[in-house]
């Protein structure tokens, strides 16, 4: 079953001078095994959205579902459902504080009061997919490791929780350009392999593009556009509102679709436009190539 957000409103301090409504009447349904992606300029509601996923935020009007359990109350179902759903936050790394990658790892199962064979497989089975190995990594101080490395022991952990929905904020924030490609890589096969539901937050129109088959505009507290990327990324009306700008290889091929070449202009990655860009000039009989 989705996660389901119905009539969604949040407003922080309320009845206070510096009251805030942050979400406004947010109805959204994140289906099983999908991966979503969430974009919306500074102050949008977006990280307000992804913290009611999981129950760290509760609606001041309205209601969040997961699995068709209400995050609302505190029963044991309740519990569980807020459990199904894994939090990545921006920065994680700065959340790391054991002495040793496994530790930190392991801290979440344990606190599931888990036997120590199902720890220590929970820790091998996460190491292992955010390809850091068990033998290599285990008593080594989170803190010795390179950014990207540390991102990849925060994920671990939350996955050693084995989540059925995975939440993401902002993942490849301040990481440099190999650390980035890697780790979405492994967040593609996460989705891939694992059949996994994740959502994901990021101001990046390009790795939105290339990750999610379903985008998510937001500006002030609403829903803008919620639409696959050949859609979305055409919604020219709603991006300008959201104070969002198209990928670079959309922008690009719509540029040269204005000045008369007639390339089909839903390409979200650089291979992508060049075999459009090379299909239209071939049909246009400019070039061979």
């Known amino acids: ?29 994140i289906a099983d095994g999908s991966l979503t992606a969430i974009a919306g300029h500074t102050g949008s509601g977006k ?32 519990l569980l459902a807020r459990r199904q759903v894994g939090m990545v936050f921006q920065y994680p790394e700065q959340q790391l504080f054991e002495e040793t990658v496994a530790a ?8 599931l009061e888990l036997s120590d064979e199902e720890i220590e497989r929970r820790v091998r089975s996460a190491m292992e997919f955010v390809q850091l190995d068990y033998e290599t990594y285990k008593d080594v101080s989170p803190f010795r490791l390179s950014g990207g490395q540390m991102r990849r022991v925060a994920i671990a952990g939350v996955l ?9 904020d902002e993942p490849t924030a301040g990481l440099d350009p190999q650390s980035r490609e890697e780790l979405l890589r492994r967040i593609a096969e996460l989705h891939r392999k694992k059949k996994l539901t994740i959502i994901f937050v990021s101001h990046n129109m390009e790795d939105i593009a290339r990750m999610a088959e379903r985008v998510v505009f937001m500006h002030d507290g609403r829903i803008l556009v919620d639409a696959p990327p050949s859609e979305a990324f055409f919604a020219d009306k709603e991006m300008r509102e959201a104070g ?12 040269l679709r204005e000045a008369g070449l007639a390339v089909e202009a839903d390409a979200f990655t650089a291979d992508e436009a060049a075999k459009r860009i090379v299909k239209a000039i071939r049909k246009k009989g400019g070039a061979t190539c």
Do not use: C
């Open 1 to 29: 079953m989705p996660i389901e957000l119905k009539n969604v409103t949040y407003t922080y301090m309320k009845g206070t001078p510096f009251e805030r409504t942050a979400l406004k009447d947010v109805s959204l349904t």
């Open 160 to 168: 050693a929780l084995e989540p059925a929905y995975l939440v993401l």
């Open 104 to 111: 930190d790892i392991a801290f979440g199962p344990k606190n």
């Open 47 to 78: 990280s307000t959205l992804v913290q009611h996923l999981n129950g760290i935020l509760h609606p001041t009007a309205g209601e969040v579902l997961v699995d068709g359990v209400s995050l609302a109350g505190k029963g044991k179902e309740n």
């Open 244 to 255: 969002l700008a198209a990928p670079p290889t959309v922008a690009l091929l719509s540029r």
